[in-house]
Structures are given as structure tokens and as C-alpha cells.
């Protein structure tokens, strides 16, 4: 019923940036926090950025730390990744996802996933 739809991925180059945008459509639903997260290949799905709903509270993965940075603008009903000096360990499939509650950082807190977008860094 509610859909995420995420966009923006591409083939760049390490230290680029790009943008990540996830647009929802269907029912609006919009939980306390709102996620991404990346799959790379034989890798378990992890856990990279969350805000709440508030869109000022977020939180990050070490790893991305300082680089990335997530935004949302509820009346586009859009949530945004902001990606810089991307490194080829960035490398993967990376996922928005919506959350009623729980641990932000660990996907059973989701209830709702988008299809992914590829974002792949040649070295």
C-alpha cells in the first residue's frame, strides 16, 4: 500500500558525490524515522543513515560519518542521501525504508521498503 521508490544511483568515481532521493506514493505513511540502508554483493543488508520524523534528529553508520548526510522534505513527501567523497566500499544496492519505531539502525525496525538503486564507485 505505501511505496518507496528510490532513485539517483549511478557509476561515479571515488571522491564524487551523488544524491540518493527516496519519493513515497500510495497512502502516505510516514513513521517516526525514516532509513537507508546498502547491500553490496555476499554482504549482509546494513544499516547507513536515519532521521526522524522531525528532520532534524539523524544518525549515522561509522562508516559514512562526516560523508553522508540525510535530509527530508515531508511536504515532497521525499527523503534525500546526500553522498560525498565516495569511496568504492560504497559500493552497493542502498534501500530507503520507513519505520514505526524501534532500534533505527537494525532492519526489523521497517516496515516498509523501497526496490533499491545502484550505486557503484570505480577506484
Known amino acids: 500500500q505505501v511505496q518507496l521508490v528510490e532513485s539517483g544511483g549511478g557509476l561515479v568515481q571515488a571522491g564524487d558525490s551523488l544524491r540518493l532521493s527516496c519519493a513515497a506514493s500510495g497512502r502516505t505513511f510516514w513513521g517516526s524515522t525514516m532509513g537507508w540502508f546498502r547491500q553490496a554483493p555476499g554482504k549482509e543488508r546494513e544499516f547507513v543513515a536515519a532521521?526522524?520524523?522531525?528532520?532534524?534528529?539523524?544518525y549515522y553508520a561509522d562508516s559514512v560519518k562526516g560523508r553522508f548526510a540525510i535530509s527530508r522534505d515531508n511536504a515532497k513527501n521525499t527523503v534525500y542521501l546526500q553522498m560525498n567523497s565516495l569511496k568504492s566500499e560504497d559500493t552497493a544496492v542502498y534501500y530507503c525504508?520507513?519505520?514505526?519505531?524501534?532500534?533505527?539502525?537494525?532492519?526489523?525496525?521497517?516496515?516498509?521498503w523501497g526496490q533499491g538503486t545502484q550505486v557503484t564507485v570505480s577506484s
Open positions: 532521521i526522524r520524523w522531525n528532520a532534524v534528529t539523524t
Open positions: 525504508a520507513a519505520s514505526t519505531g524501534g532500534a533505527y539502525w537494525t532492519t526489523t525496525a521497517y516496515d516498509y
